[in-house]
């Protein structure tokens, strides 16, 4: 009975001693070695995959994260997805519902909720709230980007061709406000004589109501085309826009409102005004669509209705994807679709076509 006893007290320790091992050696979670408050050197972020990455925010717009890493330079991740933020940088939050101030200082995020650690002392709010990171104090410089695209052809031989085209943009964004300016250019010559010759110039100012509904204070355009018979085209216009989509991938909006054309012509019939104006009423709809992370596919129209000295009806339409190759450079591929109802005929009575077509091949930079 005691051997017994002895055995079943043994068989007991073999049984438990491992069991106490394996509690004691229970390896802890690793951590990298992220700071617990506001790191003195870069920005931290930590991944889906709960891996921490390293670097510089550069800025979050329409849901999406952008992001500086000094190894695999510029990525880009969906907002919603990040784990957690802890800045080193200065950043501007811009919240949901456009009335409240944003919020500036050392930006910590953890699951749902953030806090932005400023001079004037630290403010907490949900993270749902986020609705645009901009990096920097207050600084003039911080609220704008740009872009630059030229494509060409020349061809020598039975025919000499040069085809140019250029576009340049600007854009200023805050929380409140939305400023920017477009220019489009094509000019085509064939044995030195002009076949085509066409120049777009916007510019328009939105004040955003909520997060979705805008104003469009006030918008300008200059227009020439010596092919379709218009030396000038001036166009005001104001209005209000809605934001239909607006997530990380997509975004697509539509604009309606009032405008006023006024319409130069180089060449008009005997006795007949080279100059008209109009009221107009304008539509418009602006999609962008991330295909994948590297190719963007946008639809830009915009439609007047007007009175038949200004044409009746004329539009123009602007399709095409970017493709980013290295960086900051990006290969554009556009179809433009500039249209007229009923053109002024010129003084010999010949009249212009109504469509004009173009498909642009460019190289372009961003910044």
Not at 11 to 25: F, H, N, Y
Not at 90 to 110: C, H, M, N, S
Not at 158 to 174: F, P
């Amino acid at each position: 009975m005691k051997r017994l006893a002895f055995l079943l007290l043994v068989a007991s320790i073999v049984v438990l001693t491992p069991g106490v091992g394996v509690a004691q050696d229970a390896p802890e979670t690793w951590q990298p070695s992220v700071p617990d408050g506001v790191p003195a050197d870069f920005d931290w972020i930590r991944l889906p995959s709960d891996e921490w990455l390293k670097g510089e925010i550069i800025s979050m717009y329409d849901g999406v994260l952008e992001f500086d890493s000094d190894e695999l330079d510029e990525l880009t991740f969906d907002f919603e997805d990040i784990k957690e933020i802890r800045s080193s940088q200065i950043v501007q939050v811009g919240f949901e519902g456009k009335g409240k101030e944003p919020a500036i200082g050392r930006l910590i995020l953890d699951a749902d909720t953030a806090r932005v650690i400023g001079e004037s002392g630290e403010v907490e709010f949900p993270r749902s709230e986020i609705l645009t990171l901009i990096v920097g104090t207050p600084r003039e410089i911080n609220f704008w980007s740009a872009y630059a695209t030229v494509g060409g052809n020349i061809r020598s031989g039975n025919t000499d061709q040069v085809d140019y085209t250029a576009r340049l943009g600007a854009m200023r964004r805050s929380v409140k406000n939305r400023m920017a300016f477009d220019y489009l250019g094509n000019v085509t010559t064939v044995d030195s004589e002009e076949t085509s010759n066409n120049h777009r110039a916007t510019l328009g100012w939105d004040y955003f109501l909520s997060d979705r509904l805008f104003v469009n204070v006030v918008g300008a355009e200059w227009y020439r085309d010596e092919f379709q018979n218009i030396k000038n085209r001036w166009t005001v216009t104001a209005g209000l826009g809605y934001e239909i989509i607006d997530t990380s991938r997509t975004s697509w909006s539509v604009i309606a409102g009032p405008a006023w054309q006024s319409t130069q012509f180089y060449s008009v019939g005997a006795g007949e005004d080279d100059t008209t104006d109009s009221p107009a009423l304008r539509i418009g709809t602006r999609l962008d669509h991330d295909i994948t992370d590297d190719i963007e596919y946008y639809v830009d129209y915009t439609g007047m209705f007007t009175d038949e000295d200004n044409g009746t009806y004329n539009h123009h339409l602007d399709t095409g994807i970017d493709i980013e190759l290295i960086g900051n450079l990006d290969l554009n591929v556009a179809w433009i679709w500039d249209r007229t109802q009923d053109p002024r005929p010129l003084e010999d009575g010949s009249v212009p076509k109504q469509d004009d077509y173009r498909l642009i091949f460019g190289l372009g930079w961003d910044f």
